[in-house]
């Protein structure tokens, strides 16, 4: 979308840098920096400018973010900046649809220009699908050019946070409705202005659409399920962090969770959280504890989705990024959602609730049968079961390394990627009971050196990271009128919802205590009679 008047506005971007330390550095070259995209149009983008040995320059007003080491800022697409002469290290990111630019140039003398032209490696607008993720704690005037910079077609802004009135909270732009169009560079980005974070130890949820500010309170002791509950009778959805959240199984059988992230904000650029702790928040007897490792915190988040999906639930993958709490891009953590071009953002987040997506943090992931189902949609199959034929095609910009079916948390195929840029492939499945199908694939960036990725570990025990991952929501196969549940996971669930009564005992203020454990005895019965119906 373009604006003529912020166009015109945002196209040249015109300033002096001070250094990161903001120690003097004498200025004795001029780097004239013009990013283009696919077309040749300038193009809003996030920029890093360092001279080798030196601190990351950044203009005084631009918006900027920290990664790691790193001072990043945004720019519309053309810069003037003073720089020392000498070898400076230019890198230009554009969101996941676009190649990172990386180069060290030569500045001398009074002037030296640099043509940038990005790399589009794939266009999912093209493809019939629209971005964006349910995790911002970013006010509207810096999110417009962190939405504009990376591609995203729309955006939310989480203005309330454990509130009201934690510092944590952000203001809501004036205007009209609970949507307001941010704007940047000649870019128009749909962003929801109600949306928040209730986010205490019974597990972060994310909300996203509401009307108007939420009336309940925050309060640590006060169980999600009055927030949840309040925001579907609103209109708005609900998105949980993870499915190792402690509430999100209880919510889900009552019908008040929308979606549950698999690509989450454990996952940043060039590294991850270690977060093997959260592995068994209930202390389940039983339950895997998931190794410190990128990989095992991958596994963590899948797993723990598996569990709510083989307990009978149509759910979602969901994504975000938590961008203004955690050094991240907007949208590194994103959904893909198959919409209509000019689609509204109501439309957007209802197809996402219907499960018409994949989420990435880089390479995409599309799932469709040989009857042209995808994920969201469900296949009735008779009695005596029959075969689906599951079409996969993976992309990435970087070497996949996975490409794999799951079917009710099994890997039941595997594709050989050897480590290609594109794979296509079909896969047959005998289904002979109710089902749910998804596909998953990994990637390895192998942008930086290991040396140039070494510096991404923090004091915060975050750790340098190549992983880059996308998953399908399932598509749905009932046999027979049954759906998928499975016995062993049904079994966990009914611990867990026993473990549940005994921290909302411990946890939860005394006038809470009664009507949450209704809410238990309630999903309990929900989970028992898919279990009837299934046996």
Request: net charge negative.
């Amino acid at each position: 979308m373009r604006d003529g008047a912020c166009f015109t506005l945002g196209l040249w971007f015109v300033a002096s840098l001070v250094c990161a330390s903001c120690s003097e550095t004498p200025a004795t070259g001029t780097l004239e920096l013009q990013v283009l995209d696919e077309t040749g149009e300038r193009v809003p983008c996030r920029v890093l400018i360092r001279p080798l040995g030196g601190d990351c320059l950044v203009p005084e007003n631009a918006t900027e973010l920290e990664i790691g080491p790193d001072r990043w800022f945004i720019g519309p697409g053309q810069v003037q900046v003073e720089v020392p002469a000498g070898e400076i290290e230019v890198r230009v990111e554009r969101g996941l649809e676009y190649s990172p630019f990386k180069e060290t140039l030569e500045v001398h003398g009074s002037s030296t220009v640099k043509t940038v032209r990005l790399k589009r490696w794939i266009d999912m607008r093209k493809r019939g699908y629209l971005s964006g993720e349910n995790h911002l704690h970013v006010d509207s005037v810096k999110l417009a050019p962190m939405l504009a910079a990376e591609g995203l077609d729309f955006g939310t802004s989480m203005t309330w946070h454990n509130g009201p009135g934690n510092d944590w909270c952000l203001p809501v732009p004036p205007g009209e409705g609970n949507t307001r169009s941010l704007q940047y560079a000649g870019r128009t980005v749909p962003t929801t202005v109600y949306d928040g974070e209730v986010e205490y130890s019974w597990g972060a949820i994310y909300f996203l659409n509401l009307p108007e500010t939420i009336p309940i309170p925050g309060d640590p002791t006060r169980p999600n399920l009055d927030y949840v509950r309040h925001i579907v009778q609103s209109g708005g959805f609900v998105h949980y962090q993870a499915g190792w959240s402690r509430e999100v199984l209880v919510d889900a059988l009552l019908g008040y969770v929308h979606a549950v992230n698999v690509c989450n904000n454990n996952f940043h650029r060039h590294r991850f959280q270690p977060r093997s702790q959260y592995s068994n928040l209930l202390e389940v007897e039983g339950f895997p504890v998931y190794p410190d490792t990128d990989e095992g915190m991958m596994r963590m988040n899948t797993d723990t989705y598996y569990r709510l999906l083989n307990c009978g639930l149509r759910l979602p993958a969901g994504a975000g990024s938590a961008t203004g709490f955690k050094e991240v891009p907007v949208g590194y953590n994103r959904a893909y959602v198959r919409a209509r071009p000019d689609a509204s953002i109501q439309e957007f987040y209802q197809q996402w609730a219907e499960g018409r997506n994949f989420v990435t943090n880089g390479p995409v992931l599309l799932m469709e049968t040989s009857k042209s189902e995808k994920p969201g949609d469900l296949i009735s199959l008779p009695s005596s079961g029959g075969t689906v034929l599951i079409k996969l095609e993976a992309i990435s910009d970087d070497p996949l390394t996975s490409l794999e079916v799951v079917v009710n948390g099994e890997v039941v195929a595997g594709v050989e990627t050897e480590e290609r840029k594109s794979v296509v492939a079909e896969v047959e499945i005998p289904v002979d009971r109710g089902s749910w199908i998804a596909a998953r694939c990994t990637a390895r960036d192998d942008l930086l050196t290991d040396q140039e990725l070494s510096v991404y570990a923090n004091e915060d025990r975050q750790q340098p990271s190549r992983l880059k991952y996308a998953h399908t929501s399932p598509i749905y196969v009932t046999v027979g009128g049954e759906g998928a549940v499975v016995r062993k996971s049904v079994d966990e669930g009914f611990r867990m919802l026993d473990r549940f009564a005994d921290f909302t005992r411990k946890t939860a203020a005394a006038e809470y205590v009664k009507p949450t454990l209704e809410a238990v005895a309630e999903a309990r019965k929900v989970l028992e009679s898919k279990l009837d119906r299934n046996q």
